[in-house]
């Protein structure tokens, strides 16, 4: 049962992003220490509550002029379907078209697992000719 839904605005905290890492099967999560450096760097964060309850999360990252590349999109399994995804992505767009420079193109990416991107096609992305590389580097 929905209680009441509330937006809130770069208030997402580490402890509530591994809480929603959690719920959605992605494994333990990354360290704590790790989360609160990563969303004192995120440009924005836009999540979700049913009352107090933490139900969906996503942020962005990029340099503010170019490229902004959009991370995180959770939306507990309970809640998916209805509507949130679209929500969160729309306060991203949002917030990237009214801090980008006026009348220019900006860069927006994401990555997307295979049985997510209907939805995201549906929200106007697409592919490109790039493939998609990745390394964990150990820090020291």
């Known amino acids: 049962?929905?209680?009441?839904?509330?937006?809130?605005?770069?208030?997402?905290?580490?402890?509530?992003?591994?809480?929603l890492w959690q719920a959605v099967g992605w494994g333990e999560g990354p360290a704590l220490e790790q989360t609160r450096l990563a969303m004192e760097h995120t440009l924005f964060r836009v999540s979700i509550f049913d009352g107090d309850k933490i139900i969906a999360m996503a942020r962005v990252i990029g340099d503010m002029g170019l490229d902004y590349?959009?991370?995180?999109?959770?939306?507990?399994?309970?809640?998916?379907?209805?509507?949130?995804?679209?929500?969160?992505?729309?306060?991203?767009?949002?917030?990237?078209s009214e801090n980008g420079i006026k009348g220019t193109d900006i860069f927006v990416e994401l990555c997307a697992m295979p049985d997510k991107i209907p939805?995201?096609?549906?929200?106007?992305?697409?592919?490109?000719?790039?493939?998609?590389?990745?390394l964990f580097q150990k820090a020291k």
């Open 1 to 19: 049962m929905v209680k009441e839904l509330i937006v809130k605005y770069n208030e997402l905290t580490a402890e509530q992003f591994i809480e």
């Open 69 to 96: 590349y959009i991370k995180d999109v959770v939306v507990r399994p309970e809640y998916q379907g209805k509507g949130l995804g679209r929500m969160l992505i729309n306060e991203i767009l949002k917030f990237i």
């Open 119 to 134: 939805f995201y096609k549906k929200l106007g992305f697409d592919f490109n000719e790039a493939q998609r590389l990745m």
